[in-house]
């Protein structure tokens, strides 16, 4: 018969086991979202001309998947402190699939012609509502089955899941869109959220040891996220670092189609690299971090490589270099200002603290989607009162706010 010692090393040798799982549910169910989220805006050439929309229009429309994130992600962030991630991701990904089943069905366009702009801005804007449920609760879950050391790689590689989504789109979709239509390209994205919450129902649930400690006496204890100054710092510096992040995922297709005049393999092959290059860097990241023990420098040199590669791709514009250059330099510039996305998440989720961390993942990725509503509607303006020079300089400008906002270490909290 096994001792009791012995049955609690069985139990923590199939915990150690498990947390990969619960890792490679967050990937999976991060990426498949992120298809959707990251994915379409590469299949912005063919939306614009598929809905008949104009440059504005576009950015209404690329916009509104943002909008409904910002609004719903702090919600399903707090649901997800109070329910666990187990219920809240399975609901998210399965109303998710349904709605963007929905759309295939409803709001692509077809030979008679394209829905109103207004029922596209309308189911983007849902999908994102609904869509907002995942980035919380598999952070949280992550956040749980691993300790600190292992966690900048850990969330590094759930970060890489939103490029890998986005370089699955950027694959897939415009490819989709030009040959097949917008209904193939939404039934697409539903079949990946369905099998994503399939992983999920099969390998997602509360480690013992979070299951045996009272979440609620240390949330009560630790106070509120939304009163902690410290988090919203972190809070604001990553939110407005994606701007220029969003900048490239958003609009790089347009700059490359009317710009540097590329056809849809060399524009799909970029953005891939971008996706790609981004992922790789994620992981770098977040294993030299846990070794080092400095994410706040990291970040900070992070941002000032971000800063430089966007005033060389401003520059390179001015001075009308070849194609080929510019489609490098975007690639070079979407690579160095995704790198630092895991390590930040991690500063933010150790400093909140695994009984608030679903809270301050939703005050995050709330800040973060505005960044995603507001930057593609900004860009046609800025590129109507400037040039594609301007835009990619304006992104570089809001790269540096961010250096202060990451300069002094704060007080982290343990979880």
């Given at each position: 018969?096994?001792?009791?010692?012995?049955?609690?090393?069985?139990?923590?040798?199939?915990?150690?086991?498990?947390?990969?799982?619960?890792?490679?549910?967050?990937?999976?169910?991060?990426?498949?979202?992120?298809?959707?989220?990251?994915?379409?805006?590469?299949?912005?050439?063919?939306?614009?001309?598929?809905?008949?929309?104009?440059?504005?229009?576009?950015?209404?429309?690329?916009?509104?998947?943002?909008?409904?994130?910002?609004?719903?992600?702090?919600?399903?962030?707090?649901?997800?402190?109070?329910?666990?991630?187990?219920?809240?991701?399975?609901?998210?990904?399965?109303?998710?699939?349904?709605?963007?089943?929905?759309?295939?069905?409803?709001?692509?366009?077809?030979?008679?012609?394209?829905?109103?702009?207004?029922?596209?801005?309308?189911?983007?804007?849902?999908?994102?509502?609904?869509?907002?449920?995942?980035?919380?609760?598999?952070?949280?879950?992550?956040?749980?089955?691993?300790?600190?050391?292992?966690?900048?790689?850990a969330m590094s590689i759930r970060q890489t899941a939103v490029p890998l989504g986005g370089g699955i789109g950027a694959l897939?979709?415009?490819?989709?869109?030009?040959?097949?239509?917008?209904?193939?390209?939404?039934?697409?994205?539903?079949?990946?959220?369905?099998?994503?919450?399939?992983?999920?129902?099969r390998w997602l649930h509360e480690p013992p040891a979070l299951v045996a400690s009272s979440s609620t006496a240390l949330l009560?204890?630790?106070?509120?996220?939304?009163?902690?100054?410290?988090?919203?710092?972190?809070?604001?510096?990553?939110?407005?670092?994606?701007?220029?992040?969003?900048?490239?995922?958003?609009?790089?297709?347009?700059?490359?189609?009317?710009?540097?005049?590329?056809?849809?393999?060399?524009?799909?092959?970029?953005?891939?690299?971008?996706?790609?290059?981004?992922?790789?860097?994620?992981?770098?990241?977040?294993?030299?971090?846990?070794?080092?023990?400095?994410?706040?420098?990291?970040?900070?040199?992070?941002?000032?490589?971000?800063?430089?590669?966007?005033?060389?791709?401003?520059?390179?514009?001015?001075?009308?270099?070849?194609?080929?250059?510019?489609?490098?330099?975007?690639?070079?510039?979407?690579?160095?200002?995704?790198?630092?996305?895991?390590?930040?998440?991690?500063?933010?989720?150790?400093?909140?603290?695994?009984?608030?961390?679903?809270?301050?993942?939703?005050?995050?990725?709330?800040?973060?989607?505005?960044?995603?509503?507001?930057?593609?509607?900004?860009?046609?303006?800025?590129?109507?009162?400037?040039?594609?020079?301007?835009?990619?300089?304006?992104?570089?400008?809001?790269?540096?706010?961010?250096?202060?906002?990451?300069?002094?270490?704060?007080?982290?909290?343990?979880?």
């Amino acid at each position: 018969m096994a001792t009791p010692q012995g049955m609690t090393g069985e139990a923590t040798h199939r915990s150690e086991a498990h947390r990969w799982k619960v890792l490679g549910v967050g990937v999976v169910a991060n990426a498949s979202f992120s298809a959707a989220a990251t994915g379409i805006p590469t299949t912005a050439v063919w939306l614009r001309s598929g809905y008949h929309l104009s440059n504005a229009e576009l950015g209404l429309a690329l916009g509104a998947m943002g909008l409904g994130l910002a609004l719903s992600e702090l919600p399903w962030g707090m649901l997800t402190d109070r329910l666990g991630d187990r219920p809240v991701l399975l609901t998210g990904l399965l109303s998710t699939a349904a709605a963007l089943v929905a759309m295939a069905w409803f709001v692509a366009p077809s030979a008679s012609g394209a829905p109103a702009l207004g029922w596209l801005v309308l189911a983007m804007c849902g999908v994102g509502l609904l869509g907002g449920s995942v980035n919380g609760s598999s952070g949280r879950a992550v956040m749980a089955w691993f300790r600190e050391g292992e966690r900048g790689l850990a969330m590094s590689i759930r970060q890489t899941a939103v490029p890998l989504g986005g370089g699955i789109g950027a694959l897939m979709l415009p490819w989709l869109a030009a040959s097949q239509g917008f209904a193939a390209v939404f039934g697409v994205l539903a079949a990946m959220c369905a099998v994503a919450a399939g992983f999920a129902w099969r390998w997602l649930h509360e480690p013992p040891a979070l299951v045996a400690s009272s979440s609620t006496a240390l949330l009560k204890a630790q106070g509120s996220a939304l009163r902690d100054a410290h988090i919203w710092r972190v809070v604001l510096a990553i939110g407005i670092l994606c701007a220029p992040q969003f900048a490239v995922l958003t609009f790089a297709t347009v700059f490359l189609h009317d710009l540097a005049h590329l056809g849809v393999g060399a524009i799909s092959a970029t953005m891939v690299a971008v996706q790609v290059g981004a992922m790789v860097m994620r992981v770098w990241s977040g294993r030299f971090t846990d070794r080092r023990g400095n994410r706040r420098a990291y970040l900070r040199g992070s941002t000032l490589v971000a800063v430089a590669s966007f005033m060389v791709l401003a520059l390179g514009v001015s001075l009308s270099l070849p194609a080929f250059t510019l489609a490098t330099m975007i690639v070079f510039a979407g690579i160095c200002v995704s790198a630092w996305h895991g390590v930040a998440y991690t500063e933010l989720a150790t400093l909140a603290g695994t009984s608030r961390v679903g809270t301050a993942l939703g005050m995050v990725n709330t800040m973060v989607y505005i960044g995603l509503f507001l930057t593609p509607l900004a860009i046609p303006h800025v590129l109507a009162a400037g040039s594609w020079a301007t835009v990619w300089f304006a992104a570089g400008l809001c790269a540096f706010v961010t250096y202060p906002l990451f300069e002094k270490p704060l007080p982290q909290a343990s979880s």
